[in-house]
């Protein structure tokens, strides 16, 4: 007799199991040491050069932040140089962002299977770069520097093809996967350990004005190209299929699909967004 419960079946379809994801603030100096030996080895000549510039320059992971993101948003208008110092302004004003950007580090790593080491989104995933440029937008919005913020809320749309209002609250360890066409309103809420794919909107539904956009609750997956429109909750662990559009509430540890999203299967219990799990969850009936 074939065993057909949940976690059988589950774990028939090939579930990732994940070990235990960090929540604890991260060690700093260790975590730039870590990415550090991520280079170790490399010996293409054109590559010791961009980990030089990325990594072994600098000291510290908050000043190798800062000058990545200077190098990455400095344009014409405002200079690599004078951006790396606004954002090395922002790190020592508010310790809370490196250890958010430290903490989408070591998420990406545990939930991301195309994640060797720490060096590779520190330095080359456009999705990781837009969370932390958007956490210094955010930053300079809630200082009264609103037109600094809107650069850089500009700067990065420009080159990541993400989106973030800088007045919108996201936690920690998030995670935007691709982080392409991703857009995220003025009064969206996205809590910690929420993992994004690409192509998702978190917009109003342009009938109302103020609080407009979606609450998404801890541990929320969203698969990509899925709409969230409106000031709807995504509740706790809740799950969105790829493409659905979603316009009211998603229950906790609920799964939707579809235009217009609605729930299917059985009421999960683990959190997706730090397994990744895509799935369907297990049929609550049999033919
Ligand atoms: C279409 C829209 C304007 C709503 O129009 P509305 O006439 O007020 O529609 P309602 O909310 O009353 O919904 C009417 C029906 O259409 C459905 N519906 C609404 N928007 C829908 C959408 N985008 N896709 C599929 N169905 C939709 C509703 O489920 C409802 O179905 P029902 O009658 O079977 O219950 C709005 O939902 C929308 O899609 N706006 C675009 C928002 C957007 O692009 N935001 C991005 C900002 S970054």
């Known amino acids: 007799m074939p065993d057909l419960s949940p976690t059988s079946l589950a774990a028939s379809r090939g579930a990732r199991a994940v070990a235990e994801p960090t929540l604890l603030p991260i060690d700093q100096e260790r975590l730039w040491s870590d990415i550090a030996a991520g280079c170790e080895g490399c010996d293409d000549p054109l590559v010791r050069g961009l980990l030089a510039t990325g990594i072994r320059n600098h000291a510290s992971f908050a000043n ?11 344009d014409r208008s405002v200079a690599d140089d004078a951006l790396s110092e606004l954002v090395a302004e922002a790190f020592a004003a508010d310790p809370h962002i490196v250890a958010a950007a430290a903490a989408d ?24 770069h837009a969370v932390q440029c958007y956490r210094v937008a955010h930053w300079l919005w809630n200082n009264d520097r609103r037109y600094l913020a809107l650069h850089l809320q500009s700067r990065t749309s420009e080159l990541f093809a993400v989106d973030i ?14 982080g392409t066409g991703i857009v995220i309103g003025e009064t969206s809420v996205l809590e910690d350990d929420v993992s994004l ?91």
């Open 64 to 74: 190798g932040l800062a000058a990545l993101i200077g190098r990455k948003l400095g």
């Open 165 to 178: 209002h800088p007045a919108a609250r996201l936690g920690r360890r998030i995670l935007f996967d691709h």
């Open 197 to 287: 794919l690409q192509g998702v909107t978190l917009g109003g539904t342009g009938k109302n004005v103020g609080d407009r956009h979606p609450k998404v609750r801890r541990g929320v997956l969203i698969g990509a190209g899925a709409k969230i429109l409106g000031n709807i909750e995504l509740g706790e662990g809740a799950k969105v299929g790829a493409g659905s559009i979603v316009l009211e509430s998603v229950p906790p540890f609920t799964t939707v699909v579809g235009n217009p999203a609605r729930p299917v299967g059985t009421r999960h219990s683990a959190l997706p967004a730090f397994t990744m799990d895509q799935m369907l969850p297990p049929i609550d009936y049999m033919i």
């Open 105 to 128: 580090l070591v998420a990406i790593r545990e939930r991301d299977p195309a994640t060797a080491n720490y060096a590779t989104p520190f330095l080359f995933f456009k999705g990781y």
